[in-house]
């Protein structure tokens, strides 16, 4: 029972690197999320898609990008890495946008310096 | 960009003693969702309420939702150190898009 799969688990880059986080759900979900989890903070949305094909800006879009590959997947992008991404990411699915649960992958922890 | 405010956000108690969670909002909310998080883990959801002043129960554990669908809260009745973890409350907006929005999280310790 795969889930919510994330890739990779733990990154460290340097200020300026770019690098993607994968996301893949096998649930047949129509939306996925991209979350950051920051000491204090709770989980504050980055982006969303809530069909395959669309995608949009959550509360804390800024110097990232997505892209919905296909229904099973959903990446993260970080074009310019800054020390204020450094976080936890969770990649989520759900049936639809306001249908109820959402699952998560496991995290990916990422630091930049 | 509707808030929830959780408290507290640490609480450290003795196995056995009762506790409660609050989550309070001034907005509205269509439902409330209740996730426990554990350490390296993603949030697994716990419950759903969805109409205002309903009570769920899962086990040791008591949910409500206030009548006017703005807050929530989480009774643990003689908590043991497997209820220890990050709990975070998850209001579905009413209008727009209906996503969820997340409160700060309690971590809660429960020492043998």
């Known amino acids: 029972n795969a889930g919510v799969t994330q890739t990779p688990k733990f990154q460290v880059l340097k200020t300026g690197q770019s690098m993607t986080l994968q996301c893949a759900q096998d649930?047949?979900?129509?939306?996925m999320y991209w979350y950051r989890q920051d000491p204090g903070m709770g989980l504050r949305l980055i982006y969303y898609?809530?069909?395959?094909?669309?995608?949009d800006k959550g509360e804390v879009p800024n110097g990232y990008n997505v892209s919905r590959l296909n229904k099973r997947e959903f990446s993260l992008r970080l074009e310019s890495a800054a020390p204020s991404q450094t976080s936890v990411y969770f990649c989520?699915?759900?049936?639809?946008?306001?249908?109820?649960?959402?699952?998560f992958g496991e995290g990916s922890r990422l630091t930049v310096l | 960009t509707q808030l929830l405010e959780q408290s507290p956000q640490f609480l450290s108690i003795q196995e056995g003693e009762n506790l409660t969670v609050y989550c309070n909002s001034s907005?509205?909310?269509?439902?409330l969702q209740w996730y426990r998080q554990e350490p390296g883990e993603g949030p697994v959801l716990l419950v759903t309420?969805?109409?205002?002043?309903e009570v769920k129960k899962l086990k040791r554990l008591t949910f409500q939702f206030g009548d006017a669908r703005k807050d929530s809260s989480l009774h643990i009745t003689a908590a043991q150190p497997g209820d220890t973890g990050l709990y975070l409350c998850?209001?579905?907006?009413?209008?727009?898009?209906?996503?969820?929005?997340f409160g700060q999280g309690t971590r809660l310790t429960i020492n043998p």
């Open positions: 989520a699915s759900s049936a639809f946008v306001g249908g109820g649960e959402l699952f």
């Open positions: 649930m047949n979900h129509n939306s």
């Open positions: 998850a209001g579905e907006e009413v209008q727009g898009a209906q996503k969820l929005v």
């Open positions: 898609s809530a069909s395959e094909g669309t995608t």
């Open positions: 907005s509205v909310f269509s439902s």
């Open positions: 309420v969805v109409t205002g002043g």
